[in-house]
């Protein structure tokens, strides 16, 4: 067969053999990663729903799943209209003002040579991201209509314009430190390779104004009044979820490169993810442990994702060894961040503020203490390491820190004051909190009309708050006050 192939039709396949040109197999290829990280950040989805509806009580289950859906719904369709354009279109610092329903794009986006559409894709992904971290705090006591308006004002505005601070092609915090724009004395603009900042604490901060605006759930009695934690009602869910969002974090970050040539990045930012993730659920369950001396699986997985969530920001410049140190901080650090807000009397069913908001925090300022000074850039065809990003405990200062400072601190007090004022402008219309009475009898049964196991028998140890034992509850009137006493869990 090679010998007949040669004699007769080898002559023939030379002289006709097209020419190939690199664009003609990097962008594909390129492209292709970028989707199948975007469908790994998708599905994460899956992951937030089961931890939420883990660590939730279950007669607010149903409410966790019809959120999370209906909110990735909403979350595309904002995306498509406005969002995008908003985040990653030329505009200005502070907004992007073109391809509003991704009209009149290029075929490609900007110089990384993949797929205008795919990088839609990818992104859409990322703001779902935030969105759905927006609502873990706020599980229990938030009426369908009034997650709707916030979510809109979350989705289509909120998360794309200021992140298009740090992300946008002439974003202030992506430009700054140079000639022409915002602090040039300072020689460095902001970095956040996958979204510490701008996907996380984003997310977390807005959370934060939710859970202060909506107050605690009735029945949530805090440490220091003598109370506890109301309990998650499936452990098993909650931890599948965590360890599902782990997984799915192997697309949010090493896709962040949009680039598949750039292998040794792609490497490298997915054993950072790894061992970050590792060393914060260890630190975790052991300072736990300590201080309650038993060996907590909320505590451990909080701490894993935690670890995830600061490994976000700097997986690109750190070596392994930075991303054991830096997970390890997180992972004690999102218990600490627990207690502040239990000592604050602040409701977070889940622990998103501490996890998203306080430890993405964290991981952003981390970079300008472990950037190990061998890495810069990714690239669509390599790295370009010409300028690599050098932190203060590899000898490289202070410049890296104090952009990683200034861009936090914008970024994170920015989202929290527009949160608070559209959290209070929507508590405002009546469809943020539940009324009591809802919220006594079950948002499931209210809002939804079934609850996630109607085949199980509550019991009386089992019931919603306010449910005596043998009795079942009428469905509410539309009455909006709030009794005076308070009732357990």
Known sequence: MAVVTYVFFGHVLADDAPVVKAADVVNPVNTAWTLVAAFLVFGMQVGFTMLEAGFCRSRETVNVLVECVVDTCLCGIL??????????????????????????????????????????????????????????????????VGDLLYSICV??????????????????????????????????????????????????????????????RLGRKFKRDGGAPMLPHDLTIAVSGGLILWFGWYGFNPGSTLSAMDFVGIGRVATNTTLAACAAGLSSIIYGYFMTKKWDAGY?????????????????????????????????????????????????????????????????????????????????????????????????????LVAQIVGSAAITLATFAVAMVVMLLVNATGTLRLPAEAELYGMDLHEHGI?????????????????????????????????????SS
Not at 133 to 139: E, F, K, L, V
Not at 158 to 166: L, Q, R, S, T
């Open 79 to 144: 995306f498509y209209a406005v969002g995008f354009a908003f985040m990653f279109s030329h505009g200005n610092g502070f907004i992007g003002y073109h391809w509003f329903f991704l009209q009149n794009a290029p075929e490609t986006y900007e110089t990384t040579g993949v797929a205008f559409l795919a990088v839609w894709i990818f992104q859409f992904a990322f703001a779902d991201t935030c969105s759905t971290i927006t609502s873990g705090a706020m599980i229990g006591r938030t009426g369908f």
């Open 155 to 216: 989705t289509g505005f909120i998360y794309p314009v200021i992140g298009h601070w740090a992300w946008g092609p002439d974003g202030w915090l992506a430009n700054m430190g140079s000639a022409g724009n915002m602090f040039p004395s300072l020689g460095m603009p902001f970095h956040d390779f996958a979204g510490s900042t701008v996907v996380h604490t984003i997310g977390g901060f807005i959370a934060l104004a939710g859970a202060i605006v909506l107050g605690p």
């Open 300 to 400: 451990t997985t909080n701490g894993f994702l935690a670890g995830l969530v600061a490994i976000t920001c700097p997986c690109y410049w750190v070596s392994p060894t930075g991303a054991v140190l830096l997970g390890a901080i997180a992972g004690v650090l999102v218990i600490l961040g627990i207690d502040l807000l239990e000592w604050l009397r602040i409701d977070d069913p889940i622990g998103a503020v501490p996890v998203h908001g306080f430890c993405g925090i964290w991981g952003t300022l981390s970079l300008g203490l472990f950037a190990c000074g061998k890495y810069g850039a990714t690239g669509p065809i390599s790295p370009d390491n010409s300028a690599p990003l050098k932190g203060l405990f590899y000898g490289g200062g202070t410049q890296v």
């Open 451 to 487: 609850s996630a196991y109607p085949e199980y028998v509550l019991s009386s140890l089992g019931a919603p708050g306010g449910m005596a034992k043998d009795t079942v509850l009428p469905a509410p009137s539309s009455a909006t006050s709030r009794p005076a006493v308070s009732h």
